[in-house]
């Protein structure tokens, strides 16, 4: 019979011991080792007697530290301890009785683990179970379990990199400098001591994105945080990027992306778009960018775009069988990424901060330039890059992959599916509510964050969107970032330091008057410069406020100039300029589907095509009298 042993000091420094020895339980957190030690129940058990039987309830786990053990039945050992051996391991499992008898075939001593605390432990060491139900089957077959040495944590901290490690010193330094040069920065540009201290904030922001490693929305949190600590400007303005439209597009938008993935409808749409489409790269690549393309009037936000095609890119890639992180991979998320973004100077409604510039208009230019004049005067941006875009691509991630696409197959995976379950058709009404909610916003007159949010409310009240997906499947770090970006821009408005970026524009006045190519090739160069350290909306605003009322005078329409603005605005280098692609870069960095260096090269020479694109629309703008 077994004997349970109070766990004084002496039995827990033991059991301690016995569990850090176990080349399973060892490799567990030590944190969740000490959790797990007050459950721990050292027990004896003498020759003969029974640890349990077959069909008893599987109710713990035992550790043993000395003795043999055998099987039921087994008129041999079925196993001898030179060290701890595990018996019980169904409770790990889901079963809900052991599979077979254990009896103590000498005198033993050894541990009991109950179910339910051995359940917490596995909870928090989600790879523990694969190896105890190996172990499980080793009994079963009556072989030894061969498991591996018990690994460690490290304790030695990671060698910090040159880059990082210039970056702490930039991001320690430039802001000193700047908070030093306080009396020059008030005399050149009149900036207040409360301006100068959140440019310091800034630079120390901006010096983390670029070189510390930090997830992005970590120097965000910082910028809010030290700006609220040293109350440079009311709460409402720093955290007025948690109730923006942007922040609430958003939300609403990754909250449908999650039900339209977890409802299975956007596999059921890739399985669809295959079984239709070429076995052929290009038609591959082209069917992603269409699909992009064709949200990207009706969904008024970049962000939206990405939550609502990223997970489609993933199934798409897996459908395909590509090779993760592979040129042909690598090549659907450009084609993903550039149908969703591509486009957006060229569709009005495809972002907010369209609807800005077309708000800089002269009234009888908002009569002219609606939805449709404003596409047409794109038409040649738009063909120039699509089809740059493509070449360009073709040659970059030249590859000789071929995918598999066996249609038979597809077939079957759809016929297996059925018809729509509820869900999805709750997911297809959602999507259809707010496009169509969007583009007849003209007559019911509701804004669009207000309709997604009614959309949003719609899945919670009607239990579409579970509890547990809004949890874990919306990215709520982007969010994060998302607010505290849209914070610090409107920090930047607040203490006008917009206004001080602004000062220098007028000088691009001379240039516009005498020589537009120039013109053109400097605003490219500048805001590139400055969207380094702006926001793309910031940049936009304050360019657009500035430069537009010129064009009239010098001749150039000013839709024009705001389009370019628009055009340029897109240009990014690092992830941390660019919100939605951060969304993206999530996704590939829970599946590995492109390799993102080779992405983010080809993206920075793709930035050289907008300002070629401008050159080549040029004579089509004169000849529609533009200027």
């Not at 007025?240 to 909250?255: C, I, K, N, R």
């Not at 393309?293 to 939206?304: D, F, H, K, Y």
């Not at 990215?475 to 970006?485: A, C, E, I, K, M």
Request: a neutral charge; one cysteine or more.
């Amino acid at each position: 019979m077994s004997a349970a042993i109070p766990l004084d000091t002496a039995h827990s420094a033991s059991a301690m011991q016995a569990l850090l020895d176990d080349p399973l339980l060892g490799q567990c957190s030590h944190a969740s080792l000490a959790r797990l030690l007050p459950h721990v129940q050292p027990c004896q058990w003498e020759a003969g007697s029974t640890l349990y039987h077959a069909g008893d309830a599987a109710s713990a786990l035992y550790l043993l530290t000395h003795g043999s053990v055998r099987r039921l039945g087994v008129v041999e050992p079925s196993s001898v301890s030179s060290g701890p051996q595990r018996w019980g391991e169904e409770a790990a499992a889901d079963m809900a009785h052991y599979l077979h008898g254990a009896q103590a075939h000498s005198d033993c001593t050894g541990l009991k683990i109950p179910r339910a605390a051995l359940q917490t432990l596995l909870a928090s060491n989600p790879r523990l179970q694969g190896g105890l139900l190996a172990s499980l089957s080793c009994h079963l077959a009556g072989t030894p379990f061969q498991g591996g040495p018990v690994v460690r944590p490290a304790t030695a901290p990671a060698a910090t990199s040159r880059r990082a490690l210039v970056g702490w010193l930039l991001t320690l330094l430039l802001p000193l400098a700047v908070l030093l040069s306080g009396n020059l920065l008030q005399s050149r540009w009149g900036l207040e001591p409360h301006a100068t201290i959140f440019l310091a904030i800034f630079t120390a922001t901006v010096c983390m994105w670029v070189f510390s490693g930090l997830d992005d929305y970590i120097p965000a949190l910082f910028a809010l945080m030290a700006t609220l600590i040293a109350g440079l400007v009311p709460a409402s303005v720093i955290l007025s990027g948690f109730g923006s439209d942007g922040f609430v597009m958003a939300l609403s938008m990754l909250a449908l992306s999650a039900v339209i993935v977890s409802s299975g409808l956007s596999y059921r749409f890739m399985l669809a778009l295959l079984l239709r489409l070429p076995n052929h790269q290009v038609a591959h690549n082209l069917g992603v960018f269409l699909t992009g393309s064709l949200l990207t009037p009706v969904i008024p936000t970049a962000n939206g775009r990405v939550a609502m095609l990223a997970p489609f890119l993933s199934d798409m890639a897996d459908g395909l069988h590509l090779a993760r992180g592979g040129p042909a991979a690598t090549r659907l998320a450009a084609s993903c990424f550039g149908g969703l973004s591509l486009l957006s100077a060229a569709v009005m409604t495809s972002k907010s901060v369209n609807l800005a510039v077309f708000g800089l208009l002269p009234a009888q230019d908002q009569d002219h330039f609606q939805w449709l004049t404003w596409l047409f005067c794109s038409l040649v941006v738009v063909a120039m890059l699509c089809g740059v875009y493509a070449v360009a691509a073709a040659l970059w991630f030249r590859n000789r992959e071929n995918p598999v696409l066996p249609k038979a197959l597809i077939a079957q995976q759809l016929e297996l599916l059925g018809p729509l379950r509820m869900r999805e058709w709750a997911a297809v009404g959602a999507l259809l509510f707010v496009v169509l909610g969007i583009v007849s916003s003209s007559l019911h007159k509701v804004q669009p964050p207000w309709l997604v949010m009614a959309m949003l409310l719609g899945l919670l009240l009607f239990g579409v969107l579970r509890k547990k997906e809004l949890i874990e499947q919306v990215d709520w770090t982007f969010l994060l970032y998302l607010g505290g970006v849209s914070g610090m821009v409107s920090t930047l408005g607040y203490l006008g330091l917009d206004q001080v970026l602004g000062q220098g524009l007028p000088a691009l006045s001379d240039l516009l008057q005498t020589h537009l190519q120039g013109f053109v090739a400097l605003l490219f160069v500048l805001i590139c410069l400055v969207r380094l350290v702006v926001p793309i909306n910031a940049t936009i605003v304050v360019f657009a406020a500035i430069l537009m009322p010129l064009g009239a005078v010098h001749g150039v329409n000013p839709w024009v100039l705001g389009f370019m603005i628009l055009l340029f605005a897109e240009t990014w280098f690092f992830p941390y300029q660019c919100s939605y692609y951060l969304q993206l870069r999530a996704v590939n960095q829970a599946r590995q589907i492109y390799d993102e260096p080779s992405f983010l090269r080809f993206n920075a020479v793709m930035n050289l095509a907008r300002p070629a694109a401008v050159y080549a629309s040029l004579p089509f703008w004169q000849s529609l009298g533009l200027l």
